[in-house]
C-alpha cells in the first residue's frame, strides 16, 4: 500500500492536525508493514497558487493517483482550508482525470481511494454547534473529494483554542480515534 501524508498546518511541533495525522500514518503502517509512506509537507515546500502554465505539470496529480490511502492534516484557517491545501487540491481535481462532465453530470474518476483527515479547529462545530454555519473545512473537503469519486473520513479535534484542559483532551480523544480509524481499514 502507497500512503501519501500530506500537512498543511504553518504551527510546525504545536500543531494539532499534524501529531494527528502522524498518529494515523503511524497506525497504517503498523498494520502493514509492506506500506510505502510519501510525505507531502504544504507548510515546508507550499505550492505556489494555480496558474495555466501548471496545468502542464503532473507531479502532484500523478502523485495523489499512485496512492491508495491519503492521510492529510488539515487545520481551520478563517472557516476553511489553509490555502496551501487548495493549491494542492487545485492540482489533483482535474477534469478528464479525477473527474469528468456526462450527459448525466459529474462523474468522480478516483473512488476506491482511502482518504482520512485529521481535523483541527479551534472551536466547536458539531452538528449541534451554534457555530456549525460558519464551518466550510469539513463540508468543503467532503464536497470536493466526494466530487472526485471518495468518501473522506475524519478524526476531529475540536476546541483547540478554547483552553489548555480542553486542548489536551481533545488531542487525546483524536489520537485515540486515529488509531481505531486506521485499524478499521486492516480489518
Ligand atoms: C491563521 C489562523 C486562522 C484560524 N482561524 C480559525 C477559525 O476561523 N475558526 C476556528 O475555530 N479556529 C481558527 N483557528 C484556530 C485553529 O483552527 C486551531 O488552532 C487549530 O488547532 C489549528 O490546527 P493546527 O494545530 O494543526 O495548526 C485559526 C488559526 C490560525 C493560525
Known sequence: MTILHIDSSIT???SISRQVSQAIVAALSAADPHATVVRRDLAAAPLPHLTLDQFADRSVLDEF???ETI?????MYNFTLPTQLKA???????????FRYTADGPEGLAGGKR???ALARGGFYGADAPARAFEHLETYLRTAFGFI??????VV??????GSEAREAALGQALAQADASALQMAA
Open 12 to 14: 510546525g511541533e504545536a
Open 65 to 67: 493517483l499512485a496512492a
Open 71 to 75: 492521510v492529510i492534516g488539515a487545520p
Open 88 to 98: 494542492w487540491l487545485d492540482r489533483v481535481m482535474i477534469a478528464g482525470e479525477t
Open 115 to 117: 482518504v482520512i483527515v
Open 149 to 154: 469519486g471518495i468518501a473522506p473520513e475524519f
Open 157 to 162: 479535534a475540536d476546541g483547540i483554542a478554547t
